[in-house]
T-cell receptor, first 114, second 116 residues
Framework: AQSVTQLGSHVSVSEGALVLLRCNYS??????LFWYVQYPNQGLQLLLK??????LVKGINGFEAEFKKSETSFHLTKPSAHMSDAAEYFC????????????FGTGTRLKVLA | DTGVSQDPRHKITKRGQNVTFRCDPI?????LYWYRQTLGQGPEFLTY????????KSRLLSDRFSAERPKGSFSTLEIQRTEQGDSAMYLC??????????????FGPGTRLTVL
């Protein structure tokens, strides 16, 4: 069975500091991985995804993530945090056949301090 | 592209009442998903439609829950005899099917249900 673990339900960083949100997955087959962001009272918005190919994936708003098979990780980073990055972030893995439903982590709420 | 829409955005009901939510996916998307998100948790899969066919239901979906997608366009999720434990955000997502798992899902804003 596939699963996702997000370490740290709350992360605080100063404006301009590095953002690092952790995601580890468990999958018996090569996974497809996604990061979504959820702003208050809004739906989930895709930040980036890994399917095949390059393991360093660039997304919107300056975010990127690196797929590391040996570490079963897909951590999300951004070099310099902005106040507008404050939101909840979800890592998800999808089945590679059938319904392609998502298995989500429990989320990390990012707070950006002025 | 108007995105995925959900109606209502908020619903407050009393325990034991029935409620129905609607989801309008992006028009060319034939895959439709329902998820439930409770406080402090990530969204959990409830059910999936390919066009009008409901192809998978989670064990989370008790017999009080029913979902339909009658013409392969909009979908409804009905909860009968609501319980306080049904209080959650109900999310709908859609996706095209032409590239399988390469396609991301597009999420609506959700319907927040509060059962008193």
């Amino acid at each position: 069975a596939q699963s996702v673990t997000q370490l740290g339900s709350h992360v605080s960083v100063s404006e301009g500091a590095l953002v690092l949100l952790r995601c580890n997955y468990s999958s018996s087959v090569p996974p497809y991985l996604f990061w979504y962001v959820q702003y208050p009272n809004q739906g989930l918005q895709l930040l980036l995804k890994y399917t095949t190919g390059a393991t360093l994936v660039k997304g919107i708003n300056g975010f990127e993530a690196e797929f590391k098979k040996s570490e079963t990780s897909f951590h999300l980073t951004k070099p310099s945090a902005h106040m507008s990055d404050a939101a909840e972030y979800f890592c998800a893995v999808t089945l590679t056949s059938g319904t392609y439903k998502y298995i989500f982590g429990t989320g990390t709420r990012l707070k950006v301090l002025a | 592209d108007t995105g995925v829409s959900q109606d209502p955005r908020h619903k407050i009901t009393k325990r034991g009442q029935n409620v129905t939510f609607r989801c309008d996916p992006i028009s060319e998307h034939n895959r439709l998903y329902w998820y439930r998100q409770t406080l402090g948790q990530g969204p959990e899969f409830l059910t999936y439609f390919q066009n009008e066919a409901q192809l998978e239901k989670s064990r989370l979906l008790s017999d009080r829950f029913s979902a339909e997608r009658p013409k392969g366009s909009f979908s409804t999720l009905e909860i009968q005899r609501t319980e306080q434990g049904d209080s959650a955000m109900y999310l709908c997502a859609s996706s095209p099917s032409d590239r399988g798992p390469y396609n991301e899902q597009f999420f609506g804003p959700g319907t927040r249900l509060t059962v008193l």
